[in-house]
C-alpha cells in the first residue's frame, strides 16, 4: 500500500488492568485472539493480537510484587509467550515446545525479582516466532522499582514507549510476512509513521526495536544530541550523550530528549537513514505544539551495578546462515542440550558473526546477528578487540553483530537452575534455527 507518512497520531498501547490481587500477586488474564486494526491510513488488516491489540497491552510491574498472567490462546496457531529480559523459571520462560495450542491456555509466573527495566513479551512458539511477532504478538513489560520512583527523570505523560518495527501492508490492508526489504511501512505503536504532539520540554521515551528481522540506525534529523539514561536490563549507572541509536530486533533504549531547544510550532522527524531498499528514512514526526513546565532533570549517578565477578569459565560462539542458520555449526534442536553451566559462575563468551559484508548497494539486514541470551543479563567488554564503546554500554541482553563482527560478553549464570535459550533475535533466524539450548545446573 502507498506510504502517507505522519497521518497518524501516535496512539500509547492501554495499560492492562488486573483481574484480582492478592497480598503478593498481581493477576492478568489475555486473549490471543484475531483482530481487525488500522496499521496504514483508511486499511483494516487482519492481525494477531494479545487482547485485541496492536502492539498488546502494557503490564506495569514493580519490583518485588508478583505477576501472573493466564494466557488463553484463542488464535489458529500454536505460541508460547516468553518475557524478553525476566529472570523467571524455565517452565515460565515460554520455552519453544512449551507451546498453548489453539484452544489451550498457560499461566505464566514472573516473579520480578531484578531492578527497574523496559521488557517486552512476545511469542516464541518454534519455528513460529518470526511470522507470530510480525502478525502482532508483541507487548510491552514496564517493570519499576524504588529507585526509578526517587530519579526526577520525565514521568507520567512525559515517559513514553516508542515500540518500533516495520510491516508490509499489502494494498488491500493484508500484513504480509516478508523479509525487511521487502516491507515498507515503519509503525510506532502500530501505526504507519505516525506523528506525535509534545510540549517544549524534556521527555523520556523507551525505544524498543520490535522489528523481527531489521536493525534501525535512529536519529533526529536535525542531528540533536540526546541523553541515553538506560538499555535493555534497565539504568546505566551514568547518563551517556548520543546522537543515534543502533538497534537490532530485541534492544531497547531508554532516552530523554529535551524539546525546549524548540519553538512552538517547530516539528522534527526522527529518522532511519540506514533505511534500504524500498524503505524511507522517516520514522516518526514530534510537532512542538505548546510549552509546559518542566522540573525533571538527569541527575549524573542513575544507578549502581553489583561487582561482576571474575569469569572462570570461556566459550566460543560462530553464528552461520549459511549453509544453514546454525550457531556452532548446529541448529536448535530441543532434546540437545549444547551448554551445561553452573548456577552462580561467571562466564565470558566469545560470538563472532562470520558473514561477510554485503556488495555496495545491496539490503545487508539478513547478514546481521542480534545475539541474545534468556535468564541473566550481559556485559559486553570488547567489540573487536576493542573495549565496549557508547553501543554497547550497561545491563545488555541482546547484542548486535554486523558481517564480521566478534563481540566479548560475560555473564554470571542464575538466578534459576533449569533450563534456557541463547539464540539470534533476527527472528526469522531464531525460527530457523540460530539457536542453543543451555541447561543451568546446581
Ligand atoms: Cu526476545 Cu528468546 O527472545
Same mark, same amino acid.
Given at each position: 500500500?502507498?506510504?502517507?507518512?505522519?497521518?497518524?497520531?501516535?496512539?500509547?498501547?492501554?495499560?492492562?488492568?488486573?483481574?484480582?490481587?492478592?497480598?503478593?500477586?498481581?493477576?492478568?488474564?489475555?486473549?490471543?485472539?484475531?483482530?481487525?486494526?488500522?496499521?496504514? #491510513?483508511?486499511?483494516?488488516?487482519?492481525?494477531?493480537?494479545?487482547?485485541?491489540?496492536?502492539?498488546?497491552?502494557?503490564? *506495569?510491574?514493580?519490583?518485588?510484587?508478583?505477576?501472573?498472567?493466564?494466557?488463553?490462546?484463542?488464535?489458529?496457531?500454536n505460541?508460547?509467550?516468553?518475557?524478553h529480559?525476566a529472570?523467571?523459571?524455565?517452565?515460565?520462560?515460554?520455552?519453544?515446545m512449551?507451546?498453548?495450542?489453539?484452544?489451550?491456555? *498457560?499461566?505464566?509466573?514472573y516473579?520480578?525479582?531484578?531492578?527497574a527495566? %523496559?521488557?517486552?513479551?512476545?511469542?516464541?512458539a518454534?519455528?513460529?516466532?518470526?511470522? !507470530?511477532?510480525?502478525?502482532?504478538?508483541?507487548?510491552?513489560?514496564?517493570?519499576?522499582?524504588?529507585?526509578?520512583r526517587?530519579?526526577?527523570?520525565?514521568?507520567?505523560?512525559?515517559?513514553?514507549p516508542?515500540?518500533?518495527?516495520?510491516?508490509?501492508?499489502?494494498?488491500?490492508?493484508?500484513?504480509l510476512?516478508?523479509?525487511?526489504?521487502? $516491507?515498507?511501512?515503519?509503525?510506532?505503536?502500530?501505526k504507519e509513521r505516525?506523528?506525535?504532539?509534545?510540549?517544549?520540554?524534556?521527555?523520556?521515551?523507551?525505544v524498543?526495536?520490535? $522489528?523481527? !528481522? *531489521?536493525?534501525?540506525?535512529?536519529?533526529?534529523?536535525?542531528?540533536?544530541?540526546?541523553?541515553?539514561?538506560?538499555?535493555?536490563?534497565?539504568?546505566?549507572?551514568?547518563?551517556?550523550?548520543?546522537?543515534?541509536?543502533?538497534m537490532?530486533?530485541?534492544e531497547?533504549?531508554?532516552?530523554?530528549?529535551?524539546?525546549?531547544?524548540?519553538?512552538?510550532?517547530d516539528?522534527?522527524?526522527?529518522?532511519n537513514?540506514?533505511?534500504? %531498499?524500498?524503505?524511507?528514512?522517516?520514522?516518526?514526526r514530534?510537532?512542538?505544539?505548546?510549552?509546559?513546565?518542566?522540573?525533571?532533570?538527569?541527575?549524573?549517578?542513575?544507578?549502581?551495578y553489583?561487582?561482576?565477578?571474575?569469569?572462570t569459565v570461556?566459550?566460543?560462539?560462530?553464528?552461520r546462515?549459511?549453509?544453514?542458520?546454525?550457531? !556452532?555449526g548446529?541448529?536448535?534442536?530441543?532434546?540437545?542440550v549444547?551448554?551445561?553451566? #553452573?548456577l552462580?559462575?561467571?562466564?565470558?563468551?566469545?560470538v563472532? !558473526?562470520?558473514?561477510?559484508?554485503?556488495?555496495?548497494?545491496?539490503p545487508?539486514?539478513?547478514?546481521?546477528?542480534s545475539?541474545?541470551?534468556?535468564?541473566?543479563?550481559?556485559?559486553?567488554?570488547?567489540?573487536?578487540?576493542?573495549?565496549?564503546?557508547?553501543r554497547?554500554?550497561?545491563?545488555?541482553?541482546t547484542?548486535?553483530?554486523?558481517?564480521g563482527?566478534?563481540?566479548?560478553?560475560?555473564?554470571t549464570?542464575?538466578?534459576?537452575?533449569?533450563?534456557?535459550?541463547?539464540?539470534?533475535?533476527?527472528?526469522?533466524? %531464531?525460527s530457523?534455527?540460530?539457536?542453543?539450548?543451555?541447561?543451568?545446573?546446581?
Amino acid at each position: 500500500a502507498p506510504i502517507v507518512p505522519f497521518a497518524h497520531a501516535m496512539p500509547l498501547p492501554k495499560n492492562l488492568k488486573p483481574t484480582s490481587f492478592t497480598a503478593t500477586s498481581d493477576l492478568y488474564e489475555i486473549r490471543m485472539q484475531e483482530a481487525q486494526v488500522e496499521i496504514v #491510513k483508511g486499511l483494516m488488516s487482519k492481525v494477531r493480537t494479545y487482547d485485541g491489540t496492536f502492539p498488546g497491552p502494557t503490564i *506495569r510491574a514493580t519490583q518485588g510484587r508478583e505477576v501472573v498472567v493466564r494466557q488463553i490462546n484463542e488464535l489458529q496457531v500454536n505460541t508460547a509467550v516468553h518475557l524478553h529480559g525476566a529472570h523467571v523459571l524455565s517452565e515460565h520462560d515460554g520455552l519453544p515446545m512449551d507451546t498453548i495450542v489453539p484452544g489451550g491456555e *498457560r499461566t505464566y509466573r514472573y516473579p520480578n525479582n531484578q531492578p527497574a527495566a %523496559s521488557l517486552w513479551y512476545h511469542d516464541h512458539a518454534h519455528h513460529l516466532e518470526a511470522e !507470530n511477532v510480525f502478525m502482532g504478538l508483541h507487548g510491552l513489560y514496564l517493570l519499576t522499582d524504588h529507585n526509578e520512583r526517587t530519579l526526577p527523570l520525565p514521568s507520567g505523560p512525559y515517559d513514553v514507549p516508542l515500540v518500533i518495527r516495520d510491516a508490509r501492508v499489502e494494498a488491500d490492508g493484508t500484513l504480509l510476512y516478508t523479509r525487511p526489504s521487502d $516491507c515498507p511501512h515503519m509503525l510506532v505503536n502500530g501505526k504507519e509513521r505516525p506523528y506525535f504532539q509534545v510540549a517544549a520540554r524534556k521527555y523520556r521515551f523507551r525505544v524498543y526495536n520490535a $522489528c523481527a !528481522n *531489521r536493525y534501525v540506525k535512529l536519529r533526529f534529523a536535525d542531528g540533536i544530541e540526546f541523553t541515553q539514561i538506560g538499555t535493555d536490563g534497565g539504568f546505566l549507572e551514568t547518563p551517556v550523550q548520543q546522537s543515534e541509536l543502533l538497534m537490532l530486533g530485541g534492544e531497547r533504549a531508554d532516552i530523554v530528549v529535551d524539546f525546549s531547544r524548540y519553538k512552538v510550532g517547530d516539528s522534527v522527524v526522527l529518522e532511519n537513514p540506514g533505511a534500504q %531498499s524500498i524503505e524511507r528514512p522517516e520514522v516518526m514526526r514530534f510537532d512542538i505544539v505548546r510549552t509546559a513546565p518542566d522540573y525533571s532533570f538527569v541527575p549524573g549517578r542513575l544507578t549502581t551495578y553489583p561487582p561482576q565477578p571474575t569469569p572462570t569459565v570461556e566459550r566460543d560462539f560462530e553464528i552461520r546462515t549459511f549453509p544453514a542458520m546454525t550457531i !556452532n555449526g548446529q541448529s536448535y534442536d530441543p532434546n540437545r542440550v549444547d551448554i551445561t553451566a #553452573k548456577l552462580g559462575t561467571t562466564e565470558v563468551w566469545t560470538v563472532r !558473526n562470520v558473514e561477510a559484508p554485503a556488495a555496495p548497494g545491496k539490503p545487508d539486514f539478513h547478514l546481521w546477528h542480534s545475539f541474545h541470551t534468556h535468564l541473566t543479563y550481559f556485559r559486553v567488554l570488547e567489540r573487536n578487540g576493542k573495549p565496549a564503546g557508547t553501543r554497547d554500554l550497561g545491563l545488555k541482553d541482546t547484542v548486535t553483530l554486523g558481517p564480521g563482527d566478534t563481540v566479548k560478553i560475560a555473564m554470571t549464570w542464575g538466578p534459576y537452575t533449569g533450563q534456557y535459550l541463547y539464540h539470534c533475535h533476527q527472528l526469522g533466524h %531464531s525460527s530457523g534455527g540460530q539457536m542453543g539450548r543451555i541447561d543451568i545446573v546446581a
